[in-house]
């Protein structure tokens, strides 16, 4: 049996007061009898060690350099956030793919030395509106998963994936069930090529996940919890959706 996995994604929200606040709430309600982690600004990693060591949640980065270390202006390398705890780090979220330019074999060379330095790297992968509506969803995300398998080999056993359709991310338009699960049973179809650990695998859904919805997302069979935006950000919600998966 897989453990379930609920993850906050903080993107670039937050406040040191008000993270504090959260994370008190946070640990007061739980803890839940399945993984909860929470992906936190660069600054803030330090704040957040030091609110959950010793607890059960668990923290990230939400991205990170493909290099060791060096001449790279503003990057942050993995040997960095393994120094302030990090348990995970999300590589290819869709943002950094839009927005950054980030090919599959850039986002396939962070996985690759995040496991280096220890941490668990958390995969995004998925596809736009207009890629679903041409009815390219699995060629995209195969695409997309294809590069962090060649890369990573038989190491790829150690990432989480975390699926996240596009046109769900903060758009509260969420997939149903079934569509998740789809794409979920590909993707694992996929991973059963490459690696005997498939079955122990977690492969999240992420987009638009809310208290309301999470559990009938994660009771689907390929569904191991949530990467979770907006409803991170609210210490109520995200408790909410961390009951739905225990
Ligand atoms: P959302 O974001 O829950 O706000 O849709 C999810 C994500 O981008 O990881």
Not at 17 to 41: I, K, M
Not at 58 to 79: K, L, N, P, R
Not at 123 to 131: D, I, K, N, R, S
Request: proline share 3%; net charge negative; with cysteine.
């Amino acid at each position: 049996m897989r453990r379930k996995l609920v993850v906050g994604n903080w993107k670039m929200n937050g406040s040191r007061l008000a993270n504090a606040e959260l994370l008190a709430a946070l640990t007061a309600a739980g803890p839940w009898s399945c993984d909860v982690a929470v992906c936190a600004p660069f600054p803030y990693l330090a704040d957040v060690a030091l609110s959950l060591q010793g607890g059960r949640m668990t923290w990230g980065a939400q991205d990170c350099s493909s290099h060791e270390a060096g001449a790279y202006t503003g990057e942050v390398a993995a040997a960095m956030l393994a120094e302030f705890g990090c348990r995970y780090v999300i590589v290819g979220h869709s943002e950094r793919r839009a927005y950054h330019a980030e090919s599959d074999q850039l986002v396939a060379d962070k996985a690759k030395i995040a496991l280096a330095h220890g941490l668990t790297p958390i995969v995004c992968v998925g596809e736009t509106l207009a890629e679903r509506e041409g009815g390219h969803t699995d060629i995209v995300v195969k695409r997309q998963m294809s590069a962090v398998i060649h890369t990573l080999g038989h190491c790829i056993s150690q990432v989480v994936v975390a699926y996240e359709p596009v046109w769900a991310i903060g758009t509260g338009k969420t997939a149903t069930p079934e569509q998740a699960q789809a794409v979920h049973a590909l993707l694992r179809t996929q991973l059963h090529a490459a690696t005997p650990k498939v079955e122990e695998m977690q492969i999240l859904y992420g987009g638009s996940v809310k208290a309301d919805n999470a559990a009938s997302l994660f009771s689907q069979p390929d569904i191991d919890g949530g990467l979770i935006g907006g409803a991170s950000l609210k210490a109520a919600d995200f408790a909410a959706i961390c009951r739905a998966a225990a």
